[in-house]
C-alpha cells in the first residue's frame, strides 16, 4: 500500500504534524479509498473555475496549518450552488489564521459514520468504527479491533454498535452498502498498518454511507514528529 506518493505527502508535513485535507484526500485517493472530486484553490477565479467543473452545488472548507478543527471556525460552508456565494465564501475564509487556501469538493450524502485508526504502544495500529458526524462525541457509539481486519471482523464491529440498526436498516429507511463500509474498512486497515511508523492517528469523520457508496467527507492525519 505504502508508496513513493503516500510517501511524500507524509514527509512534507512532518514539521506540521498533521496533513491537511485536501493533501490527505489525496494521500487516500492515492490508496484506492474514495473520496469527492475536489480541487485546492487559492484565489476566487480558481475557486469558480474548480467548482464549475466539478459541479455545483459544492462544499467549501479552510486550508489553515492553524486550523484542525474547521467547523469551530466557521470554516465549512456547505450548499454553495453559484459563483458569488463561492466568492462570499472565499472571502470568509481568507481573514481566518493562517489561511492557505480554499478546499471545493462535490457534495455527497448518506448516513455519517466514523472510521478511525491510533496506533497502540501496546497492540499496535487499532482500528474504530462508529455512529460520526458531531454526535460520535455525544454517543460515543464505537468499537474498535486490532489489525489487520477481515470480512468478518466488520461485521462483528457492525454489530457491536447500539447504533447498528441504523446501518442495516430501520423502519424503512435504506440500508447503507454493507459491501462498500466491508472494502473501505479492509482498505483503510491496509493503509494503516503500512505507515503504522508514520502516523499517531486517523479521523475519517464522517464518512457518508448510503445504498450505493460510501464516500470519505473529511480526514485528519495526526503524524509523528
Known amino acids: 500500500m505504502l508508496n ?37 484553490v487559492h484565489t476566487p477565479d480558481e475557486a469558480i473555475e474548480s467548482a464549475r467543473r ?13 486550523v484542525i478543527h474547521k467547523s469551530d471556525v466557521g470554516g465549512v460552508i456547505v450548499g454553495i450552488d453559484s459563483d458569488e456565494r463561492l466568492k462570499e465564501a472565499f472571502n470568509i475564509f481568507k481573514i481566518l489564521d ?22 497502540d504502544y501496546q497492540f499496535g495500529p487499532v482500528i474504530l468504527l462508529g455512529i460520526g458526524g458531531t454526535g460520535v462525541e455525544v454517543y460515543q457509539d464505537v468499537t474498535m479491533r486490532m489489525t489487520p481486519i477481515t470480512e468478518s471482523d466488520v461485521s462483528s464491529m457492525i454489530e457491536s454498535l447500539r447504533g447498528r440498526k441504523l446501518i442495516t436498516g430501520f423502519r424503512g429507511n435504506e440500508s447503507i452498502n454493507i459491501k462498500e463500509l466491508t472494502s473501505l474498512i479492509i482498505q483503510f486497515s491496509s493503509l494503516v498498518t503500512s505507515i503504522e511508523d508514520r502516523i499517531q492517528s486517523i479521523d475519517l469523520n464522517p464518512v457518508l454511507c448510503s445504498g450505493k457508496t460510501c464516500i470519505i467527507a473529511d480526514a485528519r492525519i495526526i503524524l509523528n514528529k
Not at 29 to 40: D, H, Y
Not at 98 to 119: Q, V, Y
Request: aromatic fraction near 10%; proline fraction near 7%.
Open 98 to 119: 493562517g489561511f492557505d487556501g480554499m478546499l471545493i469538493e462535490e457534495m455527497a450524502s448518506g448516513m455519517e459514520l466514523i472510521i478511525g485508526a491510533k496506533i
Open 54 to 66: 466539478i459541479g455545483y452545488p459544492v462544499v467549501a472548507k479552510v486550508v489553515s496549518p492553524l
Open 4 to 40: 513513493n506518493e503516500i510517501t511524500k505527502i507524509i514527509d512534507k508535513f512532518k514539521e506540521t504534524g498533521w496533513v491537511p485535507e485536501p493533501e490527505a484526500k489525496r494521500l487516500f485517493q492515492t490508496a484506492g479509498l474514495n473520496v469527492p472530486k475536489f480541487s485546492w
